[in-house]
């Protein structure tokens, strides 16, 4: 089962301290760095690990930046080439997730989009917490597998969010 919590107020400041630690380990290699996922939003109940967008030059190139990560204390846990070239990284306590992407990958503004829209869409964000916790009351074979079954309603609310803006 998938562990949602309610939000905690403290999550802002474990990613600071993360970031910090990022940007300490790759300095001018770092492009942008942003808190996403629930933890990012107040008020929406979440899995207890916080999510790091890095964007770099080009995230296949790992040579030039997951040896100052690894001496960092993250291990690289993903590689999906076929998928923006996206890698994903871990702290020791697989409480953060640092997802790497190039920069200009269309993943990056899809995911600070959905981000700063449920930061000011009420009615969104509690759709997405009735959501996750419905789903997270199932048994997952992968923790992948109950994020592939949040794609609907994420979906559904970045539609609604593109209506909106384009009034």
């Not at 640092?98 to 503004?109: K, R």
């Not at 959905?114 to 969104?124: A, E, H, N, V, Y």
């Not at 609907?152 to 384009?166: D, F, H, K, T, Y």
């Amino acid at each position: 089962m998938i562990r949602i919590v309610d939000y905690d107020p403290g999550w802002p400041a474990r990613f600071f301290r993360e970031a910090a630690a990022v940007e300490t380990a790759l300095g001018a290699r770092v492009l942008l760095l942003e808190h996403v996922g629930s933890t990012s939003v107040p008020e929406l109940p979440a899995k207890p690990i916080i999510d790091i967008l890095l964007v770099v030059a080009d995230s296949a190139r790992e040579e030039e930046y997951a040896a100052a990560l690894e001496r960092a204390g993250y291990e690289i846990h993903v590689r999906e080439p076929e998928w923006y070239e996206h890698r994903m990284f871990k702290s020791p306590a697989a409480d953060v997730h640092l997802h790497v992407f190039s920069l200009g990958c269309p993943e990056i503004d899809r995911m600070l989009t959905f981000r700063d829209w449920l930061r000011i869409s009420k009615s969104d964000r509690e759709l997405y917490a009735k959501a996750k916790r419905e789903l997270a009351q199932r048994a997952w074979k992968r923790m992948q597998d109950y994020a592939d079954a949040k794609t609907p309603v994420v979906q559904e609310i970045l539609a609604r969010m593109r209506n909106s803006q384009s009034r």
